[in-house]
């Protein structure tokens, strides 16, 4: 009898734990599901800094280069100033408003559609998709470019940027920069020649500025095991800063929640950036990293567990400065009528598309590596 009774003891508590296993899969929300962990190696070069200086880095970087399959800054070397400057404008100034509901939003998506289909991508390839949902009662896409690789349930490196605009303005720096920046990484990705050990996503997002709408359709249509294949996703939003005398600074903010204390954390995307700062040698310019300020779309893609940062600039105003201690504080035209062709530095635009490209070979070699 004793033993019989263990026995069923035995079995009552395997059952016990294969339906805590099941319940516990199904009722588990995929946007908290974190995807499989990817751990940097520990860098000789960066530790937790919030401001990295080139100048007073004695340091080399052979010992991470090392690791790479080709050098952090060929893509860098590709990237156009020219090509940058006519997609701020055709998107600025030919469109201009880009606002949710509005004619512009329409006329961007077909502008984008144009740009990658020029790229060689296609709907009919599923390269190329259209994914449509409604905000506020109102239709909009998000346009998504994709580059496959033959590697079965490769993981997937996904670069982002919103094309619209709060209502009525141009909104070239608020972010008519950062579509710039992704239409250029699509060209220089694709004509570089270079194959890829994962999947990459270029992921045009609508609704930004009504709560990250757009980014949250993405992620929501995913099941778990795509969700779970996203191993980073580099967040493009104001790529470059208006003409003014205000002291401006590279900044790459991981932090995912839109309000709170939480600090911000490094990750496998704000390392990456650091070094190819380093690499390409911007002495010009100061680069803060990891930062609170500056969440954008990345707020649902870090609730997701997904290794996340926003690459924008930021001016130095102690007296506007939010979620940090460094003086870092939004564009003073962001949400303006100034917010135009006109007033934007394409420089800048150039200067940190080039750190995004870069930034992108470091973690696109990790995630290979891994």
């Not at 690791?67 to 201009?96: D, H, M, N, W």
């Not at 580059?147 to 982002?160: R, W, Y």
Request: proline share 4%; charged share 20%; net charge negative.
């Amino acid at each position: 009898m004793r033993r019989a009774f263990c026995g069923l003891a035995v079995l009552f508590l395997v059952m016990l734990l294969l339906y805590s296993l099941v319940y516990n899969d199904l009722t588990a929300d995929r946007i908290t599901m974190a995807p499989k962990k990817i751990e940097l190696p520990s860098s000789p070069v960066i530790s937790n800094l919030k401001k990295v200086d080139v100048a007073s880095s004695s340091e080399k970087t052979e010992s991470f280069t090392l690791l790479q399959k080709r050098p952090a800054a060929e893509l860098a070397e590709l990237v156009s100033r020219e090509k940058l400057e006519g997609s701020l404008y055709a998107l600025s100034k030919t469109i201009g408003p880009r606002q949710l509901g509005g004619s512009g939003n329409l006329a961007t998506r077909r502008f984008i559609v144009a740009e990658l289909q020029a790229l060689g991508f296609r709907e009919s390839a599923k390269t190329l998709i259209r994914q449509g949902f409604n905000a506020f009662g109102r239709f909009t896409e998000n346009i998504i470019a994709v580059i496959p690789t033959d590697i079965s349930d490769a993981p997937i490196v996904a670069l982002g940027a919103h094309f619209d605009t709060v209502s009525n303005v141009e909104g070239a720096v608020d972010n008519a920069s950062g579509v710039a920046s992704l239409l250029e990484m699509a060209r220089v990705i694709r004509e570089s020649g270079q194959t890829f050990d994962f999947e990459i996503r270029l992921c045009f997002f609508s609704a930004e500025e009504n709560g990250y709408l757009g980014a949250y359709r993405y992620l929501n249509q995913l099941d778990r095991v795509s969700l779970m294949r996203h191993a980073a996703f580099i967040n493009m939003d104001m790529t470059g800063h208006g003409l003014n005398d205000s002291e401006q600074a590279l900044v790459v903010c991981t932090k995912g929640s839109p309000n709170g204390s939480d600090p911000a954390e490094p990750n496998l995307v704000s390392k990456s950036a650091e070094k190819a700062f380093l690499i390409l040698s911007l002495k010009a310019h100061e680069l803060y990293s990891p930062m609170n300020t500056g969440k954008h779309d990345i707020v649902p893609f870090v609730a997701g567990g997904i290794r996340s940062a926003t690459f924008s600039w930021r001016e130095i105003d102690f007296s506007r400065a939010a979620d940090n201690s460094y003086g870092l504080a939004p564009p003073t035209t962001m949400h303006t009528k100034e917010d135009s062709f006109e007033n934007i530095d394409v420089d800048s635009v150039f200067i940190m598309t080039r750190l995004i490209a870069a930034s992108f070979s470091i973690v696109g070699d990790y995630v290979a590596l891994k």
